[in-house]
């Protein structure tokens, strides 16, 4: 299984997604690494990435996912996957790529981005983020109010009941 946990910039994708990889014993793969030059570029700064720009990014985070699928190796990946459009381009199908949307209000997300340095991603590109963000369907949702070793709790205690649902589905005589 494939673990995105999306959302925009300041949302803890990279420090959750850490925790949870070293607590899950899975690789941690940050979608940021996948960028192009001329898109981390262009994010420092300050302008939106169009669709375009992110096409051969998503691409790329597609053939990982798929490679790793095709293995049968599970990992955990970081990527603010904003769109439906993004989601279904990597093959978020809430089985074996599946979602956890790191929700948090702008006020929040905003404070969280005035502490963080050295990032290209500057704080002035919150609300196109935001007004870009469509929430996905299906998945889990966990508000980043929390520390994150709270988070990653929250998150493998949802994974440890998918999987008992699922498994009582496939035990259920027919």
Sequence with gaps: MILIL?????????????????????????GDDFHPAANVAKMHNGTPLNDS???????????????????GQSAILACSALKQTY????GVDQKTVKTVY???SFELLQERLADRRDHFMPPELLRSQLEALEVPEGGFVVD??????????RITAALKQAALADKAKRDKPV
Excluded at 87 to 90: G, M, S
């Design 102 to 104: 790191l929700r948090g």
């Design 6 to 30: 999306m959302g925009p910039t300041g949302c803890g994708k990279t420090t959750v997604g850490r925790l949870l990889a070293r607590r899950l014993g899975w690789p941690f793969l940050d």
């Design 53 to 71: 720009d992110r096409h051969p990014w998503l691409l790329a985070l597609h053939k990982e996912i798929e490679r790793r699928n095709k293995a």
């Design 144 to 153: 980043i109010g929390d520390p994150p070793e709270i988070i990653v709790a």
């Design 87 to 90: 989601r279904a381009l990597l």
